[in-house]
Each structure stands twice: as structure tokens, then as C-alpha cells.
């Protein structure tokens, strides 16, 4: 798809897309959705202020996603192997903005593969750190290892089976978010996206898998549902800042 198209693309967005120009191009590749319910006190301390937790029908959710960027870069340059390809790892839970109502995602935690893009997301204002993150894939199944003492431990084998046929509504909300509220030093900062709809496919995922952040700890039996996505294309707009977050 060309970046018009991109702009164009049908999906579940609930406000418009911004009117300025697109920042950068991103693919995200192989992606794994790993959903979590929890309880939503727990996500008070760890959210941006100006937001409130976003509930689908009372309940809260975290996710934890797993995927391979590739082709990063900005709109005006083109992409740089080590720079533009790298596995990452996040956890992303649901907000809503208090002054708009517009619903989306706060990230908790990063991972990437890579020191530079883990150091250029740090100064965007994304929680990215550094991590050993391995993709192979067997006979079998495809694996993924992560090791990270203070975070994130991974050892999944998963195999992909057939699209969703009917996407239900849950499977809608956790995955179609266009904007991201992330709390910055000098306040809180949104940062859109734009993407077509997610080409949902079943996944089976076994293994073992540790993700400790603060108070929350998740373990592989927490996730009550799992998606996977081959590909899509992403444009990114600049971050802006919030006048409530003042």
C-alpha cells in the first residue's frame, strides 16, 4: 500500500486522523496479541493523568504484543537496516482521554532488539528499553525468546491457523487503537497512528512466559485471548501535547 492508501484504508477509527503531515513509516510484522483481564486498581498508579482506564463491560485488559518492525523510517528518508528492523516487545494497556473521550493505549513497558532504535524511542518519549529478543522458526512451530532480568522472560512456540471469520466486539477493542496517551515530564503527550484493520488470524501459543512490571505480574495462563497479524503498514504523526496535561 502507498501511503495514500494507507490514509485511505477502512477500520475501526473512531475519531479523524490529523490534517498535518505523517512523520514516519513503519511495518509491524508477525505480530502476537497477548490479552490479559486485570483488575483495574492496579492500573490507577501506572496511567497518564488526563486519562482514565478504558473497561469493556466493567473489566479492564492488558496486552502484551510481539512483533518485528521493518522499513522504519521517516518520511523523507529512507529506511537503514540496523535502524529501520528490529524485534520489539510492549505492554500497552486501555485509556480514555477525560477531556475527549477519545479511546487508546498507554504503554507500561518496551522492549526492543536494538540500543539505537531503543535509545531514539526513549528520546520520542516511549518506555523503550534494550532486551535480547530472538525469532526462529522450526519444523514445528515459530519460537520466540526474550531474556530481561527486570522485565520481560519469553520462551512461546506458536503456530497460526485460519483469519478470524467474525471479529467479535472484544476482539475489536483490544486491538483497533489509534492513538497513544504517554505521561512525559512536562505532561502528557498523544501520538496518532494510522493503519488499515487488523487482518486478524487465530494463534496458538505454548511456553512459558514471565512479564513483571511494578505491581503487576503475568504469567502465560493469564492470557484469555490471542490473536495474530501477518503484517500491516503504519504512518506515525508527531506527538502533541495535551492542554490538560499542564
Known sequence: MTPNQILLAPNYRQFPRPSRPWLMYQEWSKVLFLHAPVPGEILLPLIPRGTVPDLYLGQAWVSILVFTVRNAHPRFAYPLPYLSNFHEINLRTYVRSEKTRVPGITFLDIHASRVIPSLLGRAYGLPYRDADIFRYKTAEANQIVSRKEDGCTMDLS????????????????????????????????????????????????????????????????????????????????NRIRNDYSK
Open 158 to 237: 506458536y503456530t497460526v491457523s485460519d483469519p478470524l471469520q467474525t471479529k467479535k466486539v472484544l476482539d475489536i477493542w483490544l486491538t483497533e487503537r489509534y492513538i497513544a496517551y504517554q505521561q512525559l515530564s512536562d505532561g502528557v503527550y498523544s501520538y496518532p497512528i494510522q493503519h488499515r484493520e487488523w487482518p486478524l488470524k487465530n494463534i496458538t501459543v505454548e511456553g512459558q512466559l514471565h512479564y513483571k512490571f511494578g505491581t503487576l505480574e503475568l504469567n502465560q495462563n493469564d492470557m484469555r485471548i490471542m490473536h495474530y497479524a501477518e503484517n500491516v503498514q503504519v504512518l506515525v504523526w
